[in-house]
């Protein structure tokens, strides 16, 4: 396969959240959505990013290749939104699967018609992260529709591709008992997500939205009391997940 320019955010190594064992994590640049908590608000346009050769990561990932084989690691790609970068997507997964390594991505699932089965084939989990449920609300969160992200979900569950859900709780944003339970339903009606992280809002981005002179429009927001994330967390329990 030919190499591949993307635009590279930045690399992360040692991850031990984004995907199972010890994550070697690529930041691509570039996201159609612009999500109202988003902590990385310097990845949302691609051309802020370093262009980066395919081939050059793909070699500094295979130094840790003895450290996955250890852990039960891998790379996981992230964002921005890998998906806003197809071909220089495809290349990194085909190196890395062609090394024997796990790979991961994150993904909102949006520009999931981009990927074609057999990019798909090539990712053995996805962490997809359904932001809301309530159409309205999905709209007010991120900017874009719900739509595709939920034909996205059906489409891997059809291909039996493992699944990590992820869902935000933002006070006064995603809280709502209606949207909380819309999700919680849906991503437990999908018998391949085999975890479900409920994640608390946090503010540890908002100084770069300030710095990129953004307004940042939850500035008095809150994170949620240990005991709103609790029972929210039983919500999706209740559905039969794995909740983390």
């Not at 370093?50 to 891998?74: C, N, P, V, W």
């Not at 964002?79 to 990194?92: D, H, K, M, S, T």
């Not at 939205?209 to 500035?219: A, K, P």
């Amino acid at each position: 396969m030919e190499d591949v320019m993307g635009y590279v955010h930045s690399v992360e190594t040692g991850g031990t959240v984004d995907g199972p064992g010890l994550r070697y994590i690529i930041f691509l640049s570039g996201c159609p959505l612009r999500c109202q908590y988003c902590h990385n608000p310097d990845t949302m346009k691609m051309k802020r990013g370093k262009m980066t050769s395919a081939y050059e990561l793909l070699k500094d990932i295979a130094t840790y290749r003895s450290y996955f084989e250890q852990g039960g690691g891998g790379i996981t790609v992230s964002g921005g939104e890998p998906l806003a970068q197809i071909e220089f997507l495809r290349v990194l997964l085909w190196g890395a699967k062609q090394m024997g390594i796990h790979t991961t991505i994150d993904t909102s699932g949006y520009l999931g018609k981009k990927a074609d089965d057999e990019l798909i084939d090539l990712i053995d989990l996805f962490l997809l992260d359904v932001k809301s449920w309530v159409p309205e609300t999905y709209k007010n969160v991120t900017g874009v529709e719900i739509a595709p992200t939920l034909e996205f979900a059906k489409r891997l569950q059809k291909m039996g591709k493992e699944v990590w859900g992820r869902f935000v709780l933002v006070p006064g944003l995603t809280d709502a008992p209606e949207n909380v339970e819309g999700v919680a339903k849906f991503v437990g009606s999908l018998d391949n997500v085999s975890r479900m992280d409920v994640l608390p809002f946090h503010k540890m981005g908002e100084h770069k939205w300030q710095q990129m002179g953004m307004s940042y429009q939850l500035n008095n927001t809150e994170p949620p009391t240990p005991e709103s994330l609790a029972h929210v967390q039983q919500v999706f329990k209740d559905q039969g997940l794995n909740v983390h």
